[in-house]
Nanobody, 124 residues
């Protein structure tokens, strides 16, 4: 089993920056892809960003491309999401996820383990 715990969410203003963290524990495997998803009220969970084990391959949703940066610190088993130029539409619960695959996936079905989520609210 892999346990994932997100942190760093909060109430922000438009244009602010925020960094989310996701600490992994348990039977973690470095050579696997990880990702961030989010779910806004009344909407389905959507892909935000993904990264391979080395950090050399990343993928982003069009809505966050150029504003968000995903990264990871493998020795510390931690995943990050740097969120810049926040917008009200970024308001959601953000979840980190760990995959059985090495190549990052954009679909939720490609991820086996999920955190509980951290709330990000962007006020205008």
């Amino acid at each position: 089993q892999v346990q994932l715990v997100e942190s760093g969410g909060g109430l922000m203003q438009v244009g602010d920056s925020l960094r989310l963290s996701c600490a992994a524990s348990g039977r973690t495997f470095i050579a696997n892809a990880k990702a961030w998803f989010r779910q806004a009220p009344g909407k389905e969970r959507e892909f935000v960003a993904a990264i391979d084990w080395s950090g050399g391959t990343t993928a982003y949703a069009d809505s966050v491309k150029g504003r968000f940066i995903i990264s990871r610190d493998n020795p510390k088993n931690t995943l990050f999401l740097q969120m810049n130029s926040l917008k009200p539409e970024d308001t959601a619960i953000y979840y980190c996820a760990s995959s059985r695959y090495i190549v990052p996936r954009v679909e939720a079905s490609g991820y086996d383990y999920w955190g509980q989520g951290t709330q990000v609210t962007v006020s205008s």
